[in-house]
């Protein structure tokens, strides 16, 4: 099983960057995937996930900002980040639940101001 995150990089505050995640080798349906999100020194935290059906959930401070959506058929959730403040700066980790949790293995985001 693996899941391959891609997008992350450097922009300026005000910018956007979509990350993308793909799984591959996961036998069964994946239910919920998501995002989380480490800033260093800082515990890991849930910035949006989506159930399969297609409902979403996001972290009260990047609500209105990002949007998160998957493809099933593809099994691929990408997270679409605008308006991005300095304090998004972190690593991103998507995750698939199926039924056990997968981990990508990050992607590093930076806003700077």
């Known amino acids: 099983v693996q899941l391959q995150a891609s997008g992350g990089g450097m922009v300026q505050a005000g910018g956007s960057l979509r990350l993308s995640c793909a799984a591959s080798?996961?036998?069964?349906?994946?239910?919920?995937m998501g995002w989380y999100r480490q800033a260093p020194g800082n515990q890991r935290e849930l910035v949006a996930d989506?159930?399969?059906?297609?409902?979403?959930n996001y972290e009260d401070s990047v609500k209105g900002r990002f949007t998160i959506s998957r493809d099933n058929a593809k099994n691929t959730v990408t997270l679409q980040m605008n308006s991005l403040k300095p304090e998004d700066t972190a690593v991103y980790y998507c995750y698939a639940q199926a039924p056990y949790v997968y981990w990508g293995q990050g992607t590093l985001v930076t806003v700077s101001s």
């Open positions: 080798g996961i036998i069964f349906s994946i239910n919920d």
């Open positions: 989506i159930t399969r059906g297609g409902r979403a």
